[in-house]
């Protein structure tokens, strides 16, 4: 569900006054008038500005993967174009995301999934590390409702802050630990072993 963005015109006049004010603290003899009418229309220039923004990245947030490719590739095969696409650039973006999004999606299942599995990633300092995972055994080391509102709020916001951190059971460590889904790079299940 996308909200509708709206102008603020509360800050574009705190940016308009603000500025004024500057500009007659550095000019006490200057047009008050003309000074805030020039510093308005900035405002709503870069209040539009933002609102395009804001409206173009709710569009594309909408998009399926397909959809950005294809409107990638329209907008760099565009005669017009003469060779630059720089539209593209907040397009790719969305779409790496998006793809980094379904991947990691794709791994947490595996994860999850498995009975037990090994794990390869890079830890935070870069180093790799390789990880015996049982991912069903933190359910039973969790508290979860159980917990303190401030135990539940803290989990809610970290998984809202670092959404590609998966917590398991690592089992040679006896210990809850963070999987960083971005950076594995190789899950290997009693099935199959997948490589990324």
């Known amino acids: 569900m996308t ?23 550095r000019n006490p003899n200057g047009r008050r008038v003309i000074a805030f009418a020039s510093y308005l229309r900035e405002a709503w220039v870069n209040e539009k500005s933002r609102l395009a923004n804001v409206r173009e990245a709710q569009c594309v947030a909408g998009l399926t993967v397909d959809q950005l490719r294809a409107e990638i590739d329209q907008i760099e095969n565009s005669p017009t174009n003469g060779g630059t696409a720089p539209g593209t650039v907040h397009l790719r973006k969305t779409l790496t995301a998006k793809l980094a999004e379904e991947s990691n999606a794709q791994k947490r299942a595996i994860i999850q999934g498995a009975p037990a599995c090994v794990v390869t990633f890079a830890k935070a300092d870069g180093s790799r590390r390789v990880m015996r995972v049982e991912a069903h055994r933190v359910r039973h080391h969790v ?43 190789r899950i290997e299940t009693p099935e199959q072993t997948h490589t990324y």
């Open 143 to 185: 508290k979860g409702e159980q917990a303190s509102r401030s135990g539940r709020i803290a989990s809610h916001t970290r998984a809202y802050r670092h959404p590609n951190l998966l917590p398991v059971w690592d089992s040679e460590a006896q210990a809850i630990k963070s999987v960083n889904l971005s950076t594995v790079t």
């Open 3 to 25: 909200i509708a963005a709206t102008y603020d015109r509360r800050s574009i006049m705190t940016e308009a006054w603000s500025r004024t004010r500057a500009f007659m603290a």
